[in-house]
T-cell receptor, first 111, second 114 residues
């Protein structure tokens, strides 16, 4: 069945550093892939998505490319800000309406 | 704008009490979900509903029940709260016709059972 694995945190960076959060998956076929973000004290919100292989999802300076060769969907940002401090979840569908989430990676950005 | 609201942000209950957590969405979504979130365990699905009065168990349904009498409202019920149900509870909704798996979340209810 489908599964997702993401790197453990916390990840601590200085402002303007480059960010990578790794996510790999196993799946039947080529499902859509998602990154969700959870800011402190809030629920999750969709950050970006990719619907097919080689697609690049992007939003708020974050990017992730759907790579079927390596079954990966790594999240990247060229220059992080303090306001990016949050928990990031990689996710893919388990069925037509259920999602499976990675364990979450906490990002802390220091000024 | 898409909106999922939860009845309380913080709740403190005593062991043995019956607890109701309410979730309302204004997007006419068919699917609604209840998750719990615990440190080190990520999000775990408790129950979901794909239509009014329809429900399916998720990964950890024990000790919980749900009710969906109207399309916009999905309630999570703790029949007899226990301390191991202290957690953050997140409600979500999604459309059957939308991108498979794209869910919209409420702000969460942090429940403490003493």
């Amino acid at each position: 069945g489908n599964s997702v694995t993401q790197m453990e945190g916390p990840v601590t960076l200085s402002e303007e550093a480059f960010l990578t959060i790794n996510c790999t998956y196993t799946a039947t076929g080529y499902p859509s892939l998602f990154w969700y973000v959870q800011y402190p004290g809030e629920g999750l919100q969709l950050l970006l998505k990719a619907t097919k292989a080689d697609d690049k999802g992007s939003n708020k300076g974050f990017e992730a490319t759907y790579r079927k060769e390596t079954t990966s969907f790594h999240l990247e940002k060229g220059s992080v800000q303090v306001s990016d401090s949050a928990v990031y979840f990689c996710a893919l569908p388990l069925s037509s309406y259920k999602l499976i989430f990675g364990s979450g990676t906490r990002l802390l950005v220091r000024p | 704008d898409v909106k999922v609201t939860q009845s309380s942000r913080y709740l403190v209950k005593r062991t043995g009490e019956k607890v109701f957590l309410e979730c309302v969405q204004d997007m006419d979504h068919e699917n609604m979900f209840w998750y719990r979130q615990d440190p080190g365990l990520g999000l775990r699905l408790i129950y979901f509903s794909y239509d009014v009065k329809m429900k399916e168990k998720g990964d950890i349904p024990e000790g919980y029940s749900v009710s969906r009498e109207k399309k916009e409202r999905f309630s999570l019920i703790l029949e007899s709260a226990s301390t191991n149900q202290t957690s953050m509870y997140l409600c979500a909704s999604s459309s059957t016709t939308g991108l498979g798996g794209e869910q919209y979340f409420g702000p969460g209810t942090r429940l403490t059972v003493t």
